[in-house]
């Protein structure tokens, strides 16, 4: 038997906050069917197909078999999934405007097989219309392809939000990062940050973000704290109380917390975890909403997220609710018109 303090440190306890899964040694698992269902309908349907012979878009999802699981073993994520999907396709011949059906099987899209690699099966209704065929064969199987990669990214970024947990870092350790501003927003940047101790004692870091929408402060504000809207762009039912000690959960369970201040169309303050993170630990997140005529500027600031936990982070603001929330305001303006 190893003497005090001498163990292997794979299974030493102490000064850990939650006093499991040391340094993700041990196996977790993690379902991930329902989640893919859902993200697999929102990558492939609605693709658009062009070509000289005309124009074809994807349409439904019509059926979708199989199951995947994100699995945590030694501080590293495994994935496992296995699907047959069929999705319907329709399109117009440029030239003779004639309009045609098909259909697109993917008999065995899984970690087995790249996706250069995975069989995609193209065919079309009896009649004419073999252009068509042929440029879905072509084109059409190009964009399927990338919406398929867009779908294991995601599986390998936002599905796993919070499974590994943090390990022992040395306190008081300081972590210094700048980043450009990115994309098309206003601000997307971390200040250089310095590690605090809140809550449990792990290493933590501020992240602040900044992004313009397409809607009125009263608008966006309202996006954060009617169940209905929270439900319409995080595409999960969720709990939400939107009241000073009110109650918040999202993405089935993976963000949880409670609103701690809220003033209506100006300012929203959150306490705000992850499922995986330590036992009650929380960051502190708070939503500022400023108008800017007919758009309005959401800045973020969070603090006391994981060191280990700073770039998932990050990306479920920017992917989960910032993107999820522009195509929600985009398909409520084209309603109106």
């Known amino acids: 038997m190893a003497k005090w303090g001498q163990g292997d440190p794979r299974w030493i306890v102490e000064e850990r906050a939650d006093a499991t899964n040391v340094n993700n040694w041990h196996w977790t698992e993690r379902d991930a069917t329902s989640w893919s269902k859902r993200k697999l309908k929102e990558v492939l349907e609605g693709l658009v197909v062009e070509g000289e012979a005309g124009r074809c878009e994807i349409g439904d999802l019509k059926h979708v078999e199989g199951e995947a699981s994100c699995n945590s073993r030694k501080g590293k994520l495994i994935f496992f999934y ?26 065995n899209l899984s970690e087995e097989n790249e996706v250069d690699d ?31 990669r867009d779908y294991l990214k995601a599986l390998k970024t936002e599905f796993t939000l919070g499974m590994i947990l943090p ?8 972590l210094a990062t700048e980043r450009k501003p990115s994309g098309n927003t206003v601000q997307d940047s971390v200040t250089s940050q310095t590690l ?15 992004e313009v929408f397409n809607s009125p402060a009263d608008e966006l504000y309202s996006i954060f704290t009617k169940k209905e809207l929270v439900q319409k762009f995080s595409k999960c039912p969720a709990v939400i109380e939107a009241e000073k000690g009110g109650k918040l959960q999202m993405f089935e369970g993976c963000v949880s917390g409670e609103y701690t201040e809220l003033v209506p169309s100006q300012r929203i303050v959150l306490k705000w975890r992850c499922r ?16 800017l005529a007919a758009q309005s500027e959401l800045e973020l600031e969070c603090k006391g997220v994981p060191v280990s936990h700073e770039e998932s982070t990050r990306q ?20 109106m018109e």
């Open 276 to 291: 995986s993170w330590p036992d009650e630990h929380y960051a502190t997140v708070a939503l500022n909403f400023q108008d």
């Open 82 to 107: 296995e699907w047959n999907l069929r999705l319907s396709w329709k399109g117009t011949v440029k030239e003779s405007g004639e309009k045609h059906k098909g259909s697109v099987e993917i008999p």
């Open 167 to 174: 390990t022992k870092a040395p306190v008081g350790q300081e």
């Open 196 to 210: 605090d101790l809140v809550g449990v004692k792990i290493p933590t870091v501020r992240i602040h973000m900044r």
């Open 118 to 148: 995975t069989e995609i099966n193209v065919s079309k209704k009896k009649g004419e219309g073999d252009v068509l065929r042929d440029l879905m064969r072509t084109e059409g199987t190009t964009k399927v392809r990338e919406a398929l």
């Open 316 to 335: 479920c603001w920017k992917k989960q609710y910032f993107e999820e929330i522009h195509i929600l305001l985009q398909h409520s303006k084209d309603n």
